[in-house]
C-alpha cells in the first residue's frame, strides 16, 4: 500500500472525480459511510455522538455523517463551527440538506460561544481541520481542540487528528487532537506511523472509498505500508530440492553470558530455510549450542579473527554477526576483516552495530546490500542523535542510499529502508514484542531468508513481516506480558503457512 503526501491525495482525489466520473460531494457520501460503518461495527448500537464539523471537506465528512447517523436511528447533536469567512462549497451543500432533518440537535458555534456540555457517554466525533492544514491550530480553533481533549468522552478523528500535519510536525506548536481512533480514507497518512504521534492517532484504519486505482498506481512515491500482497511470494519448494539449494549460513553471535543470544538466532535462522547454518561461538557456549540446537554445526576457534579470513568465508554463502558477541578489541578486528572480506551482502545487529558506530568509516565497506538492523538508539550510535522519528527515517534514507545498504529500523512499524531511499513500514506485530531476545530472532529470520535465495530487500522486508506475524499469532496464546521471543520462533511455521496461503 501506497503512503502518499497531502498534496498527492488531492491529486488522486481531483483525478477520481474527473476520470471515473463522480462528483465530490458523492465521493464525500462515500466517506461518510465509511464513518458510519465504523461506528455502527464499534460501539454500541445507537450510542449517542456529538461531532464537531470545521469549515473545509473535513467538516462537510462530519455533517454527512450526522445525517446517516440520523437516518439510521442514533441520538445526533452537531456543532457547526464558525473558522474563517467561508465554508467549502460540499460542506455548505451537506448542511443544507440539514433543512429536512428535525432529528439532530443543530448549534452554530464561534468564538463569542460557550462550549456546550456534552454527557460522557457520548462518542465524539471531530472534523475540525482536515490534512490540508499548512499552519499549527492556535486561537480559537485551539481552544477547540483543546476542550475536546479535556474531554472524558471517546474520540474519534475523521481522515486526521485535527492540528495534526500528515508528515513533518517537527515545528507544530500548535493543539493537535488526541483521538482514540482515527478513521482515514485510503491510505494512512505517513505521521500515523511515527512514534511521536501515537498520543494524537490512536487506533487508526484507513478506509477505502474507491479512488482511481489507476491514479493511485501512477502516483509516485517513496514510503508504503507493506500488506501481504506486497510481499514476495513464497515458493513451493520442488520435491527434488536439496539442503544446498538453500544457502549455508555463517552466524557469529554469542559471547560468556550471552549464549542466549546465538541460540535464538540460530533457531530463528534454521526455522526460516537456511539449508545449512555454521554458528561460531566461544568455546564456552559449546555445550549449550550443541543440546539446544542439534540441527547447526558449531564453529570454535581460538581468535575471533580467524573465521572472518577470505578463505575461510567462501565456504559460505551468506553471513551474519552480531548478537550478544560483545565489542572487545579482538572481536572489533574480526568484524573488520568480515567486512573487508564479505563479496556478499551481510546481516548485522545489535553488537556489530554498535563496534561499527565506533568505526563509522566500516560503513564505507559494507557490501553492497547488506542489510543492518537498528533500534533507534543503535542508529543514533551510526549517525548522529536524533529529536524526532521523522528526522531519524530521513537521516537513515540518506545512509541507506550513501552506503548502497538496507536498513531495518526496528519499531512498532519497523521500516525497512532500501538502498534507493524508498521506505516500507511493516504492518504486523504487538507491543508484547518489547522484550530481551526478539531483536536476535529477527536477525535469524532475514538471515535464513537470505541464505535461502531472497534478494536482501525482500529478505528483510518479508522477514520483518514474518517476525510481527509469528508474535501476532503467539499473543493469541500469550498475553502482552508473557509473551517472550523464544514463542516467535514457536510461531513461525504458522506465520509463513498464513502468509502462503494469502498469496
Not at 473545509?56 to 457547526?80: E, K, M, Q, T
Not at 486526521?160 to 491510505?187: K, V, Y
Request: charged share 20%; hydrophobic share 40%.
Amino acid at each position: 500500500m501506497k503512503i502518499f503526501n497531502s498534496q498527492q491525495i488531492r491529486e488522486i482525489d481531483k483525478a477520481t472525480i474527473q476520470q471515473e466520473p463522480v462528483l465530490s460531494i458523492n465521493l464525500m457520501e462515500r466517506a461518510a459511510n465509511q464513518l458510519f460503518e465504523f461506528i455502527a461495527e464499534k460501539f454500541d448500537a445507537k450510542i449517542p455522538v456529538t461531532l464537531f464539523a470545521g469549515p473545509g471537506n473535513n467538516g462537510g465528512d462530519a455533517v454527512a455523517l450526522a445525517r446517516i447517523l440520523a437516518d439510521n436511528g442514533y441520538p445526533v447533536f452537531l456543532w457547526l463551527l464558525k473558522i474563517g469567512k467561508n465554508r467549502s462549497p460540499d460542506c455548505q451543500t451537506n448542511i443544507d440538506r440539514l433543512k429536512a432533518y428535525q432529528n439532530i440537535g443543530l448549534l452554530e458555534l464561534s468564538d463569542q460561544d460557550e462550549f456546550p456540555a456534552i454527557p460522557t457517554n457520548h462518542l465524539v466525533v471531530e472534523g475540525v481541520f482536515g490534512s490540508g492544514l499548512t499552519r499549527p491550530a492556535e486561537g480559537w480553533p485551539a481552544k477547540v481542540i483543546d476542550f475536546i481533549n479535556n474531554l472524558p468522552n471517546p474520540v474519534m478523528s475523521i481522515d486526521i487528528p485535527s492540528g495534526l500535519f500528515s508528515e513533518d510536525n517537527r515545528q507544530n506548536s500548535g493543539s493537535i487532537i488526541a483521538a482514540d481512533f482515527t478513521i482515514s480514507f485510503e491510505f494512512p497518512k505517513l505521521a500515523f506511523l511515527l512514534p511521536e504521534n501515537e498520543k494524537y492517532v490512536g487506533e487508526w484504519h484507513a478506509k477505502s472509498i474507491g479512488l482511481l486505482p489507476k491514479a493511485i498506481h501512477e502516483t509516485p512515491t517513496a514510503y508504503h505500508y507493506t500488506q501481504p500482497e506486497d510481499l514476495p511470494k513464497i515458493e513451493q519448494r520442488k520435491r527434488f530440492a536439496h539442503k544446498g539449494n538453500f544457502g549455508h549460513a555463517l552466524l557469529v553471535a554469542g559471547s560468556y553470558g550471552k549464549t542466549g543470544a546465538a541460540v535464538l538466532a540460530a533457531r530463528a535462522c534454521i526455522r526460516s530455510g537456511s539449508g545449512l547454518l555454521s554458528v561460531h561461538i566461544p568455546e564456552s557456549s559449546y555445550e549449550i549450542l550443541q543440546a539446544t540446537i542439534p540441527e547447526a554445526m558449531i564453529v570454535i576457534d581460538e581468535t575471533e579473527q580467524l573465521y572472518c579470513r577470505k578463505k575461510e568465508l567462501n565456504k559460505y554463502s551468506v553471513a551474519g554477526a552480531g548478537p550478544g558477541i560483545g565489542q572487545k578489541k579482538s572481536m572489533q578486528d574480526g568484524l573488520k576483516m568480515l567486512i573487508d572480506s564479505s563479496v556478499n551482502p551481510l546481516v548485522l545487529d545489535a553488537d556489530a552495530l554498535n563496534i561499527i558506530s565506533l568505526h563509522k568509516e566500516w560503513l564505507e565497506n559494507l557490501p553492497e546490500g547488506t542489510i543492518i538492523t537498528p533500534h533507534p538508539k543503535e542508529f543514533d550510535r551510526l549517525s548522529n542523535a536524533h529529536k524526532t522519528h521523522f528526522e531519524r527515517l530521513e537521516s537513515a534514507r540518506e545512509m541507506a542510499k550513501k552506503y548502497s545498504i538496507n536498513i531495518v529500523l526496528k519499531g512498532a512499524h519497523t521500516a525497512v529502508v532500501t538502498t534507493n531511499g524508498e521506505v516500507h513500514f511493516n504492518s504486523t506485530g504487538n507491543p508484547a514484542m518489547a522484550k530481551g531476545g526478539s531483536g536476535d530472532v529477527l536477525t535469524g529470520i532475514v538471515l535464513g531468508l537470505l541464505s535461502s535465495g531472497y534478494d536482501p530487500f525482500e529478505a528483510a522486508k518479508l522477514g520483518v513481516f514474518v517476525h510481527g506475524k509469528s508474535a501476532d499469532l503467539a499473543l493469541q496464546q500469550q498475553s502482552e506480558e508473557s509473551l517472550i521471543a523464544t514463542d516467535i520462533i514457536d510461531h513461525l511455521g504458522m506465520a509463513y503457512k498464513s502468509i502462503r496461503e494469502l498469496q
